[in-house]
């Protein structure tokens, strides 16, 4: 997933068009453009000044170039685009107005969409931007899987709040491993009742046949041993099918619905 770039001045056919937008120099790219140069050239790795610009979250740039005729959805060598470079640098004014101008929230044939990559640098204003814009929870990176497997990997409490209030699969798998199976393994406490709060399942096996108590030290793995030998209260288990039975799609209505302010609380986790 990580994504490593070349120092500014060792890539040879990296163009003054790519040093002006990743320096924010917007009167240069202004120049640039008045005299003819393409707003698309690319490096031979496929990297365009506006993913230079959303690397390094320069607005005013990436306003420049796509009003220019930057392409918003370019790829480079890695299938990135500008968009997933915007969600790196977790420059929210940036990612809104990529989706604005034509981004797409679901680029197909990535490894790692932006979602996946605004979750691994914990920049959670990003993934709640993105998901309103329709970015898929379930979408599967090679190498973590789902965009909560990424959240839980980098021990993001809030990331891992806001994709599991927005709908995202608490007991996804990824070659048999869930979210918490990854909480258990880093002892994270706080994640780990979040998740167990959204209902994940505390004996799914891994590839290792192992649960995730097997992988939790110290007091983690006291809580999951708590939570094994003692069954989940009625309130709790109520919640969780209400919330399965209302669907992912519809979960962001319920706010919307006639209900005592307490009963949406209970509904939203709020």
């Known amino acids: 997933m990580e994504r490593y770039y070349f120092d500014s001045w060792t890539l040879a056919d990296r163009s003054l068009m790519h040093h002006a937008a990743a320096n924010g120099e917007i009167l240069g790219l202004h120049k640039l453009i008045e005299k003819g140069d393409s707003v698309n050239i690319s490096t031979i790795d496929g990297v365009t000044p506006l993913h230079e610009a959303c690397l390094q979250g320069r607005l005013n740039c990436v306003r420049?170039?796509?009003?220019?005729?930057?392409?918003?959805?370019?790829?480079?060598?890695?299938?990135a685009t500008p968009l997933c470079d915007a969600c790196v640098k977790g420059n929210v004014d940036v990612?809104?107005?990529?989706?604005?101008?034509?981004?797409?929230v679901n680029p197909t044939l990535l490894s790692a969409t932006p979602l996946h990559e605004a979750a691994m640098r914990d920049n959670w204003e990003c993934v709640q931007i993105l998901i309103e814009a329709g970015a898929s929870l379930e979408a599967q990176d090679c190498h973590y899987g789902t965009p909560l497997h990424v959240a839980c990997f980098k021990q993001s409490t809030e990331c891992v709040n806001v994709l599991l209030k927005a709908g995202a699969v608490?007991?996804?798998?990824?070659?048999?491993?869930?979210p918490l199976h990854v909480a258990a393994k880093y002892s994270h406490i706080e994640i780990i009742k979040v998740l167990v709060d959204f209902g994940a399942d505390l004996y799914i096996r891994d590839n290792?046949?192992?649960?995730?108590?097997?992988?939790?030290?110290?007091?983690?793995?006291e809580l999951l041993q708590f939570h094994e030998s003692n069954a989940w209260p009625l309130l709790h288990l109520c919640r969780c099918t209400i919330?399965?039975?209302?669907?992912?799609?519809r979960l962001k209505f319920i706010k919307n619905l006639k209900l005592p302010e307490l009963l949406l609380g209970y509904l939203l986790f709020e």
Request: proline residues 2%; positive net charge.
């Open 64 to 79: 420049k170039l796509v009003n220019a005729g930057a392409r918003v959805n370019a790829r480079n060598i890695d299938g």
């Open 208 to 221: 290792q046949d192992n649960r995730p108590v097997h992988y939790a030290k110290y007091q983690a793995k």
């Open 243 to 249: 919330r399965s039975n209302v669907g992912i799609s």
């Open 170 to 178: 608490v007991n996804a798998r990824k070659i048999l491993e869930t």
């Open 95 to 104: 990612v809104k107005f990529l989706l604005q101008n034509g981004a797409d």
